[in-house]
């Protein structure tokens, strides 16, 4: 469950009237629903913020302690310090329903806060215990779904595959039509990857596909096949699972797209020496500013093409430099100054900096997104929190993140740890700010390969791997367009 939409739900229930043993009528639970929608923009905002921190203050007891209030009150005051990433804060009002009103019918909702509080701050191993108790004490309802799916990707994030293969997989036993069953089916093949049980992993991929076909399941299942036959260098099988997708349609919800395929069937012919058909296929994926694999394939076929070929692939880069000439002013490298300082106590280059705030805010310093992420590179507080004293800057509050110097600076601190992590692969680097350094390892790790292509063809998060493709393309577009001193070529 996404954050917005686990919050709609806690606020659903919040608010809406029961008979006392937790029965809510259809109609109450939708009027609440459309309730919350409007709540839960209001509660983005860091008015909303402000407004229930003030009233904490006011209403705490001499001890310090929460005022009395309903569990429905805790509820939606946990859901606005969770909206803003607030995690502790929020989690004070959930451990308040457990423990004041342990036979609330909002308890499950509060455990499945607490649980998602922790994880959201990667505090993994302390998420494990509520949602342990939802599988145990609610596993017929919703959340207790959803607290066996996140245990499994709890066990997953702290690189215990095996366990978390095996809850995923007590999930596609439990509950066959639950939320995340087609996801729980590939998480399972994803498990089995990581703790090298290829046999398994490959027999469950024939499962999956048995189980969805002619869905985006069956093939983003065999697109997993063609990333374990790659990491595991099997060149042959890897051409026959990539002809295999690209002869397939692609239904809404595949984890790839044509120019990925088509990138890594060249790949595939490259590898098996069959080097004319790998030119061949390079030169159909097109390349244009926006095209990471294009780019990529650009650069194989300047070592791979021959004299004949020469003169093609030279106009194909003169074309794709002269489409990045004439949109440079979609790239501009505004607070210059500050991304030049803050980028040389770091050794980061500037325009990576730079394509990573074009996508995070198309620079506009005042932005903010759902997940509370603010400013020019879009920092949460909690990583802001992280990084902020290294950065010079102490006390730091969610307003001070509008501040482009304050921003920049945090920002240019977690990139440099990122670059470090993942040297001379900014892919990783990209992947990481989005979904997570713990996420971006395993998927290196997965992929047996310090190949960008290969890595990025492992990301797996949507979200996330679209990240990746727009912000090395854009970094790619400034360094074409800018010096490392950001001087206009």
């Known amino acids: 469950m996404g954050l917005i939409s686990s919050l709609l739900l806690i606020y659903a229930l919040s608010v809406a009237p029961g008979?006392?043993?937790?029965?809510?009528s259809r109609h109450s639970i939708e009027a609440s629903f459309k309730s919350a929608l409007a709540w839960s923009s209001e509660a983005q905002g860091d008015d909303a913020l402000g407004v229930v921190r003030a009233a904490d203050r006011a209403g705490r007891t001499a001890d310090g302690k929460l005022g009395q209030l309903t569990p429905e009150e805790h509820l939606k005051r946990a859901g606005v310090y969770m909206t803003n990433r607030a995690f502790s804060e929020a989690r004070e009002h959930f451990q308040a329903v457990i423990e004041r009103y342990p036979t609330s019918p909002l308890v499950s909702s509060a455990l499945y806060g607490l649980g998602r509080s922790y994880f959201q701050d990667r505090?993994?191993?302390?998420?494990?215990?509520?949602?342990?108790?939802?599988?145990?004490?609610?596993?017929?309802?919703?959340?207790?779904?959803?607290?066996?799916?996140?245990?499994?990707?709890?066990?997953?994030?702290?690189?215990?595959?095996?366990?978390?293969?095996?809850?995923?997989?007590?999930?596609?036993?439990?509950?066959?039509?639950?939320?995340?069953?087609?996801?729980?089916?590939?998480?399972?093949?994803?498990g089995l990857r990581e703790t090298g049980q290829t046999e398994e992993a490959i027999t469950w991929i024939a499962r999956t596909r048995e189980r969805f076909p002619n869905t985006a399941t069956?093939?983003?299942?065999?697109?997993?096949?063609?990333?374990?036959?790659?990491?595991?260098?099997?060149?042959?099988?890897?051409?026959?699972?990539?002809?295999?997708?690209?002869?397939?349609?692609?239904?809404?919800g595949v984890m790839t797209n044509a120019d990925e395929l088509f990138y890594?069937?060249?790949?595939?012919?490259?590898?098996?020496?069959?080097?004319?058909?790998?030119?061949?296929?390079?030169?159909?994926?097109?390349?244009?500013?926006?095209?990471?694999?294009?780019?990529?394939?650009?650069?194989?076929?300047?070592?791979?093409?021959?004299?004949?070929?020469?003169?093609?692939?030279?106009?194909?880069?003169?074309?794709?430099?002269?489409?990045?000439?004439?949109?440079?002013?979609?790239?501009?490298?505004?607070?210059?100054?500050?991304?030049?300082?803050?980028a040389s106590r770091r050794r980061l280059d500037p325009r990576l900096l730079l394509a990573i705030m074009r996508q995070e805010s198309g620079f506009r310093p005042r932005a903010k997104s759902i997940a509370a992420a603010r400013g020019l590179l879009q920092l949460t507080i909690d990583?802001?929190?992280?990084?902020?004293?290294?950065?010079?800057?102490?006390?730091?509050?969610?307003?001070?993140?509008?501040?482009?110097?304050?921003?920049?600076?945090?920002?240019?601190?977690?990139?440099?740890?990122?670059?470090?992590?993942?040297?001379?692969?900014?892919?990783?680097?990209?992947?990481s700010y989005n979904g997570g350094?713990?996420?971006a390892a395993r998927w290196l790790k997965r992929s047996a390969h310090r190949d960008p292509a290969i890595f990025a063809a492992e990301v797996g998060f949507s979200e996330t791997k679209t990240y990746v493709f727009k912000v090395i393309s854009n970094y790619r577009v400034y360094q074409q367009l800018y010096t490392e001193d950001l001087r206009q070529r």
């Open 218 to 252: 069956d093939k983003n299942a065999l697109f997993a096949r063609l990333r374990l036959d790659i990491a595991a260098n099997d060149w042959a099988h890897a051409l026959e699972t990539v002809n295999q997708l690209t002869l397939t349609a692609t239904p809404q």
């Open 437 to 439: 350094e713990d996420n």
């Open 264 to 342: 890594l069937r060249a790949l595939s012919l490259e590898r098996l020496g069959r080097k004319d058909e790998a030119v061949n296929n390079y030169l159909t994926v097109s390349d244009k500013p926006d095209s990471y694999y294009g780019w990529l394939a650009t650069d194989r076929l300047m070592t791979l093409a021959d004299e004949q070929r020469r003169s093609v692939v030279m106009a194909r880069a003169g074309r794709t430099r002269a489409q990045v000439s004439s949109a440079s002013a979609q790239y501009p490298a505004p607070y210059r100054e500050i991304i030049l300082r803050e």
């Open 19 to 24: 008979d006392g043993g937790g029965a809510f």
């Open 123 to 190: 505090r993994y191993a302390e998420s494990i215990p509520f949602f342990e108790r939802l599988t145990r004490e609610f596993s017929e309802t919703k959340d207790g779904r959803e607290g066996l799916y996140s245990l499994a990707s709890a066990y997953l994030r702290m690189g215990r595959a095996a366990e978390a293969a095996e809850r995923y997989r007590l999930y596609t036993e439990k509950y066959p039509q639950g939320e995340r069953i087609e996801a729980s089916y590939l998480n399972v093949v994803d």
């Open 383 to 431: 990583t802001a929190l992280k990084y902020a004293a290294r950065a010079g800057f102490n006390n730091l509050r969610e307003d001070d993140l509008y501040r482009p110097e304050v921003n920049i600076a945090v920002a240019a601190e977690y990139i440099a740890e990122l670059k470090g992590l993942f040297p001379d692969l900014p892919e990783a680097v990209a992947a």
